[in-house]
């Protein structure tokens, strides 16, 4: 089980590693080495958050995160994205871009880190969207119930997550933007868009998939209802066929739009991946290297949290990691001003989840049934 499923990831290990030492010699592997184990302690709740989602998708949208999905995170995200960046900063064509990021290195970090304040803008605020959407939602299990109880009665007032989300983000613009690190002078307006950008994403992404997964929920408790048959004239059971093809597009559509708000979620999660990857290097290849083979093991990690069924049998998992997230995104809008570092940023997710997954083995123990949640549904805390 487990070498099936990381065995991709240890294969690429392996082979980037020894292209690292062939192309760049020891210094160049050890980068990528640092690279790769960044990536993955800055992404490990995303993992966790990955898991809740791609669990409810089939076989084949699962593989299809392991294969289009890797290509959009490393190609896509580690490093065509930060060339796309250069681009728009600077006003260059592709090309251009990517002959200064090879030709001058420096002046291509300098272009990334004073776009920053519009990456952490975006991210922050899309990654604050899913924290305050989880928090304010009634749940079976609860974490920290003396915060989650009253989190969610105030998530019954409508939009509520959309409010404290845009004014998070005029708060941040209004004081955190007006003289950044990143670039110098005021970004209050770059800051503002790319926020509102992020907020806009997550609706419509966020949004839609919900729609399709509610869709496909509705058409199955119809097709359970029919499972049972219609009674006929002559006072048989005639099975009532379900409407196979209704519900294969509606999950084929849902999976589809699932999939897409898991590259945007993996977007945001990388954000501070590849900037901070420039405290190490500012070479794009050993870059991409590096934080690739540590993506290559967060969607690993993913799909073994699934096929493992972990977050069903750790019920807290799932709370730390928003958690983490809600951390995450207030970190982002921090930096849009001050630096923080990659090891606070780790360290504080590893922590959370650490804890909730702490929580969730004391809860089991105390159940008598460790790694066992199919009892009541009632609402169960644990005493944090």
Do not use: C
Not at 106 to 128: D, K, N
Not at 133 to 148: G, P, Q
Not at 195 to 209: H, K, P, Q
Not at 221 to 233: C, I, L, N, Q, V
């Amino acid at each position: 089980m487990l070498l099936k499923t990381f065995g991709w990831s240890f294969a690429i290990t392996v082979v980037g590693l020894v292209v690292a030492g062939v192309l760049w010699g020891w210094q160049g592997l050890a980068i990528v080495g640092i690279l790769s184990i960044l990536e993955i302690s800055l992404s490990f709740d995303n993992a966790v958050i990955n898991a809740g989602i791609l669990r409810k998708m089939n076989a084949f949208w699962q593989k299809i995160f392991l294969t289009v999905g890797i290509l959009i995170a490393v190609f896509g995200m580690r490093l065509v994205f930060p060339v796309v960046i250069v681009a728009i900063t600077a006003k260059l064509g592709p090309i251009e871009a990517v002959k200064l990021a090879i030709n001058d290195k420096a002046h291509y970090q300098e272009l990334v880190t004073s776009a920053h304040p519009a990456i952490a803008a975006f991210g922050g605020i899309f990654l604050l969207m899913i924290f305050l959407d989880f928090i304010f939602e009634e749940r079976d299990y609860k974490w920290l119930s003396w915060i989650e109880k009253p989190m969610a009665k105030m998530g019954k007032l409508d939009m509520l997550s959309v409010i404290i989300a845009l004014v998070v983000l005029l708060v941040s613009a209004m004081t955190l933007a007006t003289d950044v690190a990143h670039g110098g002078g005021d970004k209050t307006a770059t800051v503002l868009l790319a926020g509102v950008a992020g907020l806009i994403t997550y609706l419509v992404v966020g949004g839609i998939s919900g729609y399709f997964e509610d869709k496909l929920d509705e058409d199955d408790e119809d097709d359970e209802d029919g499972e049972d048959g219609e009674e006929s004239e002559a006072g048989a059971v005639a099975p009532v066929a379900k409407g196979a093809g209704s519900a294969v597009g509606l999950a084929g559509k849902a999976a589809f739009f699932m999939f897409l708000y898991l590259e945007v979620i993996d977007a945001s999660f990388s954000f501070d991946g590849v900037i901070g990857a420039f405290a190490i290097t500012n070479d794009i290849f050993m870059m991409a290297l590096g934080l690739g083979i540590g993506a290559m093991y967060i969607r690993s990690l993913t799909v073994f949290l699934v096929r493992k069924g972990t977050l069903d049998d750790y019920v807290y998992l799932e709370h730390g990691a928003h958690y983490a997230i809600g951390a995450l995104a207030v970190i982002l809008l921090i930096t849009i001003r001050y630096e923080v570092s990659e090891v606070v940023t780790g360290l504080i997710g590893i922590v959370l989840i650490g804890l909730s997954f702490a929580s969730s083995v004391v809860r089991n123990r105390r159940e008598g049934k460790p790694g066992d949640t199919s009892g009541t549904k009632a609402e169960v805390t644990s005493g944090v």
